[in-house]
């Protein structure tokens, strides 16, 4: 059973302060994604990992960046928090043996509030 | 780009009714996802379908995918409360790398 892992269900930031949202998956998948979430405006990709230390631009990456140390590990990291950032944060991965998409695995999801 | 469509994107329905939620999208693809999301919750995969004619049933839901007609049909049969829920498609588009572009998602809330 593949299990996405994400460090907080809920967190609250002060605006200006970086914030590290973490992701880890334990089922060896390649592809790791980070996405937000906001009513009305369905699932906004962020940023997007093929591989280890490579990245990729999704639909809305200002303001964030990202880091892949290690396969199981996908971070997003917000450099100066503001408040249009309050949202519900999703990580997922998925397998990747070509070039085709395969089906996502989603964490729990992190609400973070900016204040 | 790849553009992906759901209708209805607000399903109120009652209990023991059948209803089907459609989805469309915009270029060639034979992979396309469900999903799943309670209220607060993360996504849950629902249903996998990766070639043209695929359909697959679990308990009252009903997913199927025409390639052709670019459309994947997500049908309830006897509606319950417990089926309330938000439902993504999702596609593969194929020039996107590994990425999967989401529909809106349809709210179906289940009234007894």
């Known amino acids: ?25 334990d089922m060896d998948h390649e592809n790791m994604f980070w996405y937000r979430q906001d009513p009305g405006l369905g699932l906004r990709l962020i940023y997007f990992s093929y591989d ?9 990456p200002e303001g964030y960046s990202v880091s892949r140390e290690k396969k199981e590990r996908f971070s997003l990291i917000l450099e100066s928090a503001s408040t249009n950032q309050t949202s519900m944060y999703l990580c997922a991965s998925s397998f990747s043996p070509g070039l085709a998409a395969y089906e996502q695995y989603f964490g729990p999801g992190t609400r973070l509030t900016v204040t | ?89 999702a596609v593969d588009g194929k020039t996107s790398g590994s990425r999967l572009t989401f529909g809106e998602g349809t709210q179906l809330t289940v009234n007894p």
């Open chain 1, 52 to 60: 280890v230390k490579m990245k990729e631009k999704g639909d809305i």
């Open chain 2, 1 to 89: 780009e790849l553009k992906v469509e759901q209708n209805p994107l607000f399903l109120s329905m009652q209990e023991g009714k059948n209803y089907t939620i459609y989805c469309n999208y915009s270029t060639t693809s034979d992979r396309l996802y469900w999903y799943r999301q309670d209220p607060g919750k993360s996504l849950e995969s629902l249903f996998v379908l990766l070639s043209n004619g695929a359909v697959k049933q679990e308990g009252r839901l009903m997913a199927s995918l025409d390639t052709k007609a670019r459309l994947s049909t997500l049908h309830i049969t006897a509606a319950v409360h417990d089926l309330s829920a938000t439902y993504f498609c």
């Open chain 1, 1 to 25: 059973d593949v299990k996405v892992t994400q460090s907080s269900r809920y967190l609250v930031k002060r605006t200006g302060e970086k914030v590290f949202l973490e992701c880890v998956q």
